[in-house]
């Protein structure tokens, strides 16, 4: 056996107590894995990773569909930003054949498999819809502002919902599963029918239900979730499953399409009968909503939206307005607990997480009474622990960190400042006695400067030269080399000679 990393690995799920410090030491260190012995006292390193793709199928340690989702609309994604503006929205082609192109190039790729997927979540199934109708609106070369509903979207690309088609795709493996598939497989799923509430053969009930509902001949008499009787039917040779399939899917289409056309037409009709003044009690649109009336969330900019994570969204990449855990979120440690959460996003939720009990979040207020200010990084999950069943944050080593409060060390930061400009107001040339050069030059200008007052207090001022240039003549006999030491020592004198001899009396 190859045992190099990616060819024989272990996807390895810890659950129950002691599973943390299991994790800790075996998946969450920097080399994932552990040392085994063969035979012949020979010792090899064996690979834990998070995650392994096998057959086109991503397979978790968190036993969870939401890897395998993530990879599939990374894939549904590239292949269509690839062909998007050459081929899926060249409008040199019919729509028809856009569609097509659209099923065969991306939908095959985010769909692979999907009769034997696990029933996906609400959340999972919108983020599923919601960009299976936005590779549809961009195929119909639909504009911002057109108003196209989901059902309309469907009716003029002929497709159906991707619940719909995650049903159809699932009843046709289903067929084929219960016919040639092997028995340990059976028996498999049974079992997790009796320890799952969300098992695939409930999610196959609900998909026989609707068939039943839609065409009812199509199917034998079951009871519940008791599908022996489907069963025996699908193991029948001959039965025409995918005709039936086809007619389901195609009176699916046309019911919707009625419900469309009806819609359609009670909005007009409505429409039409408020244009002319007509008003209804109750109102049908404050009573039921009307299905494009959405709550706005307004921008000081003037910019509207009908969510507020999107106005969040917006305030954050045009205006910088950040959430206030975001100036504490430098890396995935935290500042204050040294705890390590692996990536930026878990250390924000750490720092926003109130507790239960009403307390505060005490890192997060440790943080603002410090006025701890770091410039933001952000740190995504190591790829080869996307999958993981779980992080568990780690404890950095070394002592906490002291933090003092944001005004001391802005205090000292501009206290550092005023030392750096003394330090570049201090002369560099100086006399060689700069005590008694400055004295004598200090007794000169308090002679001088008396001598002048005297005579001009004596009206003899037309006499008398002009005072700052006698001052400045007085400083030039000390040179140019001198310049910055005598302009300082004049300063000093005129600040404590002068001044307190003006303020006193000469």
Known sequence: ???AKGKTSVVLSLIGAGAPDLRRSLQLGPKPGMEIRLQGDRVQWLHFVASYKHLGTLFSSSHDFEPELRQRLGMAKAAFSQSSRAVLRNRHFPLKLRVQFLHSLIFSRLFFGLGAWTT??????????????????AVLRCQPGDLVSHQQLLVRTDSV??????????????????QVGPAELHQILHLEKAHCQT???????????WVR?????????FEGTDLTAVIDYWQQEGIPWKSHLKRVVKKHKLQEEMMSEVHMAHDTILRTLRQAGATFVPDSDQVFGHPRAASSFDCTCGRSFSTPQGLALHRRKVHGIHAPEHAFVTGATCPACLQYFWSSNRLAMHLSYMPRGGEVNQCFDYLSRMGFQAPF???CLPPALKGAVRLDALRA????????????ELLEHIEQELDAHYKHLIPQCVPEDPVDAGLRLGDTLTTGTRKWVQAFCARQAEHLPDLIDWWFGCLATF???????????FVAWGEHCLYLRQRYGW
């Open 377 to 379: 990084e952000a740190q």
């Open 120 to 137: 996906p979540s609400l959340q999972q199934m919108k983020r599923l819809s919601t960009e299976y109708d936005r590779m549809l609106r």
């Open 397 to 408: 080593e070394g002592p906490l960190r002291p933090l003092v409060p944001y005004q001391q």
């Open 213 to 221: 509902e839609i065409v009812p001949q199509a199917l034998p008499h």
């Open 479 to 489: 040179g140019t080399d001198f310049e910055d030491w005598a302009a300082e020592t």
């Open 199 to 209: 098992s695939w053969i409930d999610g196959l009930v609900a998909d026989l239900q």
């Open 1 to 3: 056996m190859n045992f």
């Open 161 to 178: 919902d991707a619940r719909v088609r995650l049903a159809v795709d699932r009843l046709g493996y289903a067929r084929r599963l219960f």
